[in-house]
């Protein structure tokens, strides 16, 4: 993988308010828009109108946690990414942009 880019979960980002009080984790639809929109400013790939062929969420994201996001263009299109917190895995997928369907 390719093209770091390194983001540190704000301790007060409002989704933590309604999601798990107590034990707050930020929600996979959350990561997910972060990691498309840092995928389309460093690639400079118009991702609005994209196509999530897999994500999986595989550790919770947490208050604080230095997240590294990291992606590779293949020849076909294809975008696969991955987000770790140090050496847990969080999140992985790849993502096709309309134009490249």
């Given at each position: 993988m390719n093209?770091?880019?390194?983001?540190?979960?704000?301790?007060?980002?409002?989704?933590?308010?309604?999601?798990?009080?107590?034990?707050?984790?930020?929600?996979?639809?959350?990561l997910l828009d972060t990691a498309l929109h840092a995928i389309s400013e460093t690639s400079g790939i118009e991702l609005n109108d994209c196509e999530i062929s897999l994500v999986k969420f595989l550790s919770p994201a947490n208050p604080g946690d230095e997240l590294v996001l990291q992606h590779i263009v293949s020849a076909g299109g294809v975008i696969r990414f991955e987000i770790a917190a140090g050496t847990r895995k969080i999140a992985s997928g790849s993502i096709v942009a309309k134009s490249s369907a």
């Open positions: 093209n770091a880019i390194h983001w540190t979960v704000p301790l007060d980002h409002p989704a933590f308010a309604g999601h798990f009080p107590g034990t707050p984790i930020l929600p996979g639809v959350v």
